[in-house]
């Protein structure tokens, strides 16, 4: 059969459309061009000359609904990202309007700013954490970076916590709120390493666990909490869980070698 009478009876069912006529015009162009390749190096026998264009183009029809399905993926990308930008533009208007017109009704200047402070740093921290958690197993590098996006992210609402409670309470000591944020930024990067299957969960548990007992211990004093002494315990409590961490670990994974190794040797 003509490579030419092939294409279009395997094309014969695709959906009468522009891009469907278009395809077609690109196969057989493709198709003719490599016959011309192949009688340029001396083949003469058109049976053996259509059964090699043919067998190159055998997933033609394959090639239309993916590139169909390529071409929807890319306006969905394109809708996505103007939706985005649509989205936030109305997002900074209606958050605009909203400081501007609580600030013009209260007359309380002096906090309200905390509107556009606490409106622009949570969606943001939202931004960084839900784009760590997409890239923290692509390479090593991203997961670095995600990391860093992950404490960034719970750093950010700690701050707008922070501002909240220092300028709309009297609670005293709201500093201390910036202190537990490098404690809680480290259980959250320490929680999703863990859920993430990452291979350096338990090296860098290991290296948290002792700096996040002793900011509980800081913490704990400088609240009154609890007494200073004996709770420096805590800290020396802090090493014993690295090593019942570290341990529990490498019995897992001697565990894991020991039920691989009779299905390797089978």
């Given at each position: 059969m003509n490579y030419s009478d092939w294409a279009m009876k395997e094309l014969a069912d695709l959906p009468n459309t522009k891009e469907a006529y278009l395809y077609k015009q690109k196969v057989i162009d493709s198709m003719t061009k490599k016959a011309n390749e192949l009688v340029s190096t001396g083949l003469s026998d058109n049976d053996v000359l259509n059964e090699l264009v043919i067998d190159e183009f055998r997933n033609?029809?394959?090639?239309f609904y993916s590139s169909q399905s390529t071409k929807k993926q890319m306006k969905?990308?394109?809708?996505?990202f103007n939706l985005t930008i649509l989205g936030s533009a109305a997002y900074v208007l209606i958050l605009l309007s909203a400081f501007l017109f609580i600030s013009f009704s209260t007359s309380a200047w002096a906090k309200t700013w905390l509107i556009l402070v606490a409106g622009i740093l949570l969606p943001v921290a939202g931004l960084m954490f839900t784009g760590a958690a997409k890239i923290i197993k692509r390479s090593i590098i991203a997961s670095v970076l995600s990391r860093a996006m992950i404490i960034g992210s719970v750093m950010l609402v700690c701050v707008t916590a922070f501002l909240l409670v220092m300028l709309l309470t009297d609670i005293p000591k709201a500093w201390i709120i910036l202190?537990?944020?490098i404690p809680l930024s480290l259980i959250v990067d320490m929680a999703v390493s863990f859920l993430s299957k990452q291979k350096t969960a338990v090296l860098f548990s290991t290296l948290y666990i002792p700096v996040i007992a002793?900011?509980?211990y800081l913490i704990g004093?400088?609240?009154a909490l609890f007494p200073w002494h004996p709770s420096w315990?805590?800290?020396?409590?802090?090493?014993?869980?690295?090593?019942?961490l570290v341990?529990?670990?490498v019995i897992k994974k001697s565990g894991k070698k020991e039920i691989e190794a009779p299905w390797e040797e089978n």
């Open positions: 033609i029809k394959k090639g969905r990308k394109a809708r996505n202190i537990a944020a002793a900011f509980i004093g400088l609240t315990i805590i800290i020396i409590a802090s090493f014993a869980v690295d090593f019942l341990f529990f670990a």
